[in-house]
């Protein structure tokens, strides 16, 4: 599964936004089933979406608060 970048969430509607988080949700209550009854193959991927459910919070709190975050660019010389 390839993990999506913060500067891709930017990037969303505030509609695809609020759908994003509510599908990183659900794939976490199931992730926590899946813990909790023993299956959950890749325990990574808890981790990873419970960042990714952060992230898409903060970039929500973001947009409600007005806070406009400046790209920058990660090039060394």
């Keep these: 599964m390839a993990y999506r970048s913060i500067a891709e969430a930017r ?5 695809e936004l609020t ?4 599908s990183a949700k659900q794939k976490l209550f199931q992730l926590r089933l899946a ?14 979406t419970r ?9 929500q709190t973001e947009r409600q608060k007005g806070i406009v975050r400046k790209t920058t660019s ?3 010389a």
């Design 11 to 15: 990037n969303l509607s505030d509609e």
């Design 51 to 59: 960042r990714w459910v952060a992230q898409l919070l903060t970039i």
């Design 35 to 48: 813990q909790t009854t023993g299956r959950l193959e890749k325990p990574h991927e808890f981790k990873h």
């Design 74 to 76: 990660n090039t060394q």
């Design 19 to 22: 759908a994003e988080i509510t």
